[in-house]
């Protein structure tokens, strides 16, 4: 079946920086989208980033722009997000997610990861 496993997040200051790493499995890796988004607790899941097959396409949301970088390995089955100079409203839980176009719905999701950025 297929995993996506998130792994990096914790405590961090505010102005830090962050790297975010996801572990796939059970999936034909490289024909996928890969994307990353965020939950704060009230609130409905937010985009932050994607990145197609070969990381020609990215797409990253108002929040991350100048700051987050999202990459992937498809040698290693891992996509990584970069998260520079933090801020406390960075802080959610973030979900690792692919899907098989760029049309589609993500298909698969991770369990998350705790982001918390203290001021």
């Known amino acids: 079946q297929v995993q996506l496993v998130e792994s990096g997040g914790r405590l961090v200051q505010d102005g830090d920086s962050l790297r975010l790493s996801c572990a796939a499995s059970?999936?034909?890796?490289?024909?996928?989208?890969m994307g990353w988004s965020r939950q704060t607790p009230g609130k409905e899941r937010e985009f932050v980033a994607s990145?197609?097959?070969?990381?020609?396409?990215?797409h990253m949301a108002g929040a991350g722009k100048g700051r987050f970088t999202i990459s992937r390995d498809n040698a290693k089955n891992m996509v990584y997000l970069q998260m520079n100079s933090l801020r406390p409203e960075d802080a959610a839980v973030y979900y690792c997610?692919?899907?098989?176009?760029?049309?589609?719905?993500?298909?698969?999701w991770g369990r998350g990861t705790q982001v918390t950025v203290s001021s």
């Open positions: 997610a692919a899907k098989n176009s760029a049309v589609a719905q993500w298909e698969y």
């Open positions: 990145i197609n097959w070969n990381g020609g396409i990215i």
């Open positions: 059970g999936l034909t890796f490289s024909s996928y989208v």
